[in-house]
Each structure stands twice: as structure tokens, then as C-alpha cells.
């Protein structure tokens, strides 16, 4: 079994929805939760990040972490077709870099006009 | 601006030819990796370097040497390249205390023929 699990997808939704993007982990110590952005013929960029449980909003953003479940969301509202693109979740046990992340393997969305 | 910079960023070879994929940032920062990205598996590791002339490796080593001699570079070197080692790699840094803030190359596509 992967540490961290997310559904590649794809997945397709039109523009205006409500995204929900999902990983299941298995590892408890995770308290770290990172999404990562990946735009076609890019590199990751950090969308945002949670430390331990609960939610946090950046924009149209929403990231949640529900620690008992090991279960993680980032919800995208008034989703844009600029929004398409492959979503990694992320997660370690400290901040240090010497903690280890552990990547997803990805979801890619596309937002239709 | 802030960035790190991957050269070349396409680059087919033949088999058992040398090769040296080069990384630089300009945030001085610490921590430096490699990671490889394959449809279905992700993200992952193939060396890191906590600092200048500390190096360990990742998940996915073999086949390949890296050094640290500089601080703002992390070249990846394949002595021996095959083709499973056609992939889509990924140079990334972060600070020391923020690790789970990585900043990502552009990517280098190699295809080993």
C-alpha cells in the first residue's frame, strides 16, 4: 500500500463548479499537508499548505485535513479553465527539509469553458 | 526573481552515453534534490543534498551521481544512461526550515534511445 493515495483521474468539470480534489494516507505522523500545482511542461509550484488538522482558505482555495479519517481535500470554487492543470498532494512530518516529503501521484483537471 | 533553472530542458541520447543535467537556484538555499516523474508513479527521489558536500540518497538512486560543491548548484550525472531512464526529471530546493516549501525546476525531459 502507498503512504499516500490520490486518484489520477482525469477529471472534467465545467467552468463555475466546485472542484474537490481528495488523498487518503496511511502514515499518522504526517503533519504537514501541501498541494502542489503542476501546469502542463512545468514544474510543481506550491498552491498551498496545512498545518495538522483543520482548514485553511487562500482565495478561491480551500484545503482541509481531517487527521482521524487520514484524509485530505482542496476544494477550488468558481473554477476557472485557467485552473487546469495536475494536483499533487503532499505531506511530511516536520517543516525541516529533512523530513521527507511524500508525493501523490497526481489528479489532473480540466476546467471546461 | 526567485527560480531555480534546469539545462537542458529537452535532451534525447543513445545508450551508455554521458550525460550531466545541470540545476541552479539563486535563493540560498540549503536543501537541493532530484526526483523523476513517471505516468502512474509520481514523484519520486533520486538524490538530495542537505547542504555543500552533504549528499544521501533518495528513493531511486541507482544509475545515477549527483554532487554538491557549490551551494547554488546540484548537477545530475548519468555515467551509463538506459532507457529506463527516459523520464521527466525535476530539480527543487527549499530552505533549511521550510521544507515542505519546495520550489521546482522547469523540468528535463531525457529520452535515452
Known amino acids: 500500500q502507498k503512504e499516500v493515495e490520490q486518484d489520477p483521474g482525469p477529471l472534467s468539470v465545467p467552468e463555475g463548479a466546485i472542484v474537490s480534489l481528495n488523498c487518503t494516507y496511511s502514515n499518522s505522523a504526517f503533519q504537514y499537508f501541501m498541494w502542489y500545482r503542476q501546469y502542463s511542461r512545468k514544474g510543481p509550484e506550491l498552491l498551498m499548505y496545512?498545518?495538522?488538522?483543520g482548514n485553511k482558505e487562500d482565495g478561491r482555495f480551500t484545503a482541509q485535513v481531517d487527521k482521524s479519517s487520514k484524509y485530505i481535500s482542496l476544494f477550488i470554487r468558481d473554477s476557472q479553465p485557467s485552473d487546469s492543470a495536475t494536483y499533487l498532494c503532499?505531506?511530511?512530518?516536520?517543516?525541516?527539509?529533512?523530513?521527507?516529503?511524500?508525493f501523490g501521484s497526481g489528479t489532473r483537471l480540466s476546467i471546461r469553458p | 526573481e526567485a527560480q531555480v533553472t534546469q539545462n537542458p530542458r529537452y535532451l534525447i541520447t543513445v545508450t551508455g552515453k554521458k550525460l550531466t543535467v545541470t540545476c541552479s537556484q539563486n535563493?540560498?538555499?540549503?536543501?537541493m534534490s532530484w526526483y523523476r516523474q513517471d505516468p502512474g508513479l509520481g514523484l519520486r527521489q533520486i538524490y538530495y543534498?542537505?547542504?555543500?558536500?552533504?549528499?544521501d540518497k533518495g528513493d531511486v538512486p541507482e544509475g545515477y551521481k549527483v554532487s554538491r560543491k557549490e551551494k547554488r548548484n546540484f548537477p545530475l550525472i548519468l555515467e551509463s544512461p538506459s532507457p529506463n531512464q527516459t523520464s521527466l526529471y525535476f530539480c527543487a530546493s527549499s530552505a533549511r526550515d521550510r521544507g515542505h516549501e519546495q520550489y521546482f525546476g522547469p523540468g528535463t525531459r531525457l529520452t535515452v534511445t
Open positions: 535563493m540560498n538555499h540549503e536543501y
Open positions: 496545512t498545518y495538522s488538522s
Open positions: 543534498s542537505m547542504n555543500v558536500e552533504v549528499t
Open positions: 503532499a505531506m511530511s512530518t516536520t517543516r525541516s527539509s529533512a523530513s521527507k516529503i511524500i
